[in-house]
């Protein structure tokens, strides 16, 4: 070995020489060049349930296309496209057979006793279960090598099997038709998906597993840098948040695609800077929540700005639930559009407060095939308020991650 | 809020009453006082009773905030339950016998993917559960079981 470890700074060094060429400039005057950090955003109606098939009809998810490699591989890569990009989640998730229609395998991370490594995520509709892998991860100009990301194992028997408590009875969510995406992007605000809570349980909690060789999975707790990481954390350049920017709709009944853009970093560029005026930022608790309260109510409600909503989500019990039609469970209110408010509080140093109007359109008048809709409103009986894709039209959204300094602040925080 | 009268504390849970209960009360909605120590010894956690007028409230503490309270009617049945948290309690427990129905209408959802708040309701259950890693929230009762008088707001 010692021979070759002498040499690579040789050849390094050669090498460079030979890249900086005959033209006068020293390498070491002229500064890298800025990363590229705008990946392309697109709103519609989603992937293929199945190869080949009609698109699967998601309505407000906003996409991504994600570079995947196996660690250290120029070859075994992949572009998944219709990633779905998700501020209100920490992590990237991928559809097993996504990755292996193209013959893409990642390998599960190993604990200290050598079980691999797997998890189960709870959201809210069910759950996803699979192995922690590590991945080459490519965006735009942005890489983060060696990812913790989970594969959700979409077969019909997983293996390892999920234990018992997870995604029980049919509730396991980890197919194509699970998310209306073949992976989920998620860009909140913390470095972890579980954070501190995962790694020093005195009984480990049922999101991260040690797996044997034969299947048995028992819970365990995982270091940090072993834990589901937000992507941006291990950019290079560009990691201490992200901006999403699309812009507003063009009809109340609803937009059949919209185009915007993901950018890398907050104010590290020439494109991604922080306003010197007009900008609200909402500091987060340890959860990743600020504060709101809906309307005339006075109740305070956590509050997030949550791309993978796909409507404002809140509790009203005085609006009409839709009880037929496609957008069964939503609101669709009488007299609509209904104007509406909420006042949105941050917590701790940040602790802006902003009044953000907003429109509720009844869905039962919704261009049969149209993805965007601004005005789509739901979550009845909902215990928080989720400022959902609708929010996101129109402006530009900031997520500071937890520890980042963008400026003159510090995460974990939401602004627009 | 004001809990009194009893308090039993993860020792007692393990030591006295964990070894009786654990596999042979699983329900929690639509079960019997049985369920409580037995779900306070999964969570790993402290119960607290609040005796009100009409039921009692059992609190169960657990790790890092998590906290589960079980609604206990006169008649012995369990009419509610709720939960907050960092992460998602096992529902398949919590839910007992009325899970495969929760199951089942999250499946027919017409706009499933990914969902941080769903509400499935019909006349004989009503499940509401939200929320995202680190802080999740829900509750569920069985309508026709809550007592006279008492209002589906109680149940925090």
Redo the contacts between chains.
Sequence with gaps: MRPIMVMAPLLAAAMLSACVGGNGTSAASVAPPMPQNTLAVTVDAGPPAASGGPPIG??N?AYVTVKVCVPGSQTECASIDHV?L?T???GLRLVRSVLAAHAVTLGAETDAQGRAIGEC???????TWGPVALADVTMAGESAGKLPVQVMDDRTVPSPAPP??CG????L?NGV?????NG?LGL?V?AQ???Q?CVG???P???YYGCTAAGVCTAENVILTDQVTNPVTLFAADNNGIIVNLPNLKNANGDATVQGELIFGIATQTNNGLPATGLTVLGTD????FKATYYTSTTVL?A?I?S???SY?FNDPALTVCSSG????YYCPVGAPLSRSAVNTGVGANNATSTVNFAIEDPTTFVANATAFTGLA???????F?WGMPFFYGRQVYVGIEARVAGIYTGPYYAY | MNFHSVTRNLLFAVLGVNALWVGCAHAALGGDAASVPADAAELHGAVNTEIRQQYDLQEISGEGGMRVREYLGRDGVVFAVSWSGPVLPDLQRLLGTHFAEYSAALKALTHPGLQRSVRVASSELVVESGGHMRSYAGRAYLPALIPAGVSAAEIL
């Design positions: 998601a309505i998810h779905l998700d209100g989640s920490v995520m709870s959201f809210a509709g069910g759950q018992a408590t029980a009875n049919g509730t969510i038709s699970g998310f209306n995406a989920v909140g913390f998906d579980c954070g809570l349980a005195a009984t909690q049922a999101v340890s959860s990743g929540d956590p997030l949550d993978g909503t796909d989500a496609s957008f069964i469970g739901g979550g009845p009986g909902s215990s928080r989720i």
